[in-house]
């Protein structure tokens, strides 16, 4: 089992930064995976960013790419997600998500975790 808890969501203002942190207990050894999606209302969870260990390569979605930054730990206990240039449309709740997976779905999917944190809530304002 691994627990993940998110923090650092907020209110800011549309070109404002945030950093989310996501701190990982319990057998977070075993982890092949970590990473970030998002959720905005009436929308379906998206990938947002992820690191794959093994490969030692971070994964970003295109709407992100440039803008966030995702960062750990060498433990794997914790995560974070530098975000830049924030847009209105960032506004979402933010998921932390660890995967004990090596095939079996492509880690932009929410298929492909087997963990999730209860979530952070950003909200950028134009």
């Known amino acids: 089992q691994v627990q993940l808890v998110e923090s650092g969501g907020g209110l800011v203002q549309a070109g404002d930064s945030l950093r989310l942190s996501c701190a990982a207990s319990g057998r977070t050894f075993s982890s092949t995976a970590m990473g970030w999606f998002r959720q905005a209302p009436g929308k379906d969870r998206e990938f947002v960013a992820t690191i794959r260990w093994i490969a030692g390569v971070t994964y970003y979605a295109d709407s992100v790419k440039g803008r966030f930054a995702n960062s750990s730990d060498n433990a794997k206990n914790t995560l974070n997600l530098q975000m830049n240039s924030l847009k209105p449309e960032d506004t979402a709740v933010y998921y932390c998500?660890?995967?004990?997976?090596?095939?079996?779905?492509?880690?932009?999917?929410?298929?492909?975790?087997?963990?999730w944190g209860q979530g952070t809530q950003v909200t950028v304002s134009s």
């Open positions: 998500a660890a995967s004990q997976k090596l095939y079996g779905a492509t880690v932009y999917s929410t298929q492909f975790y087997d963990y």
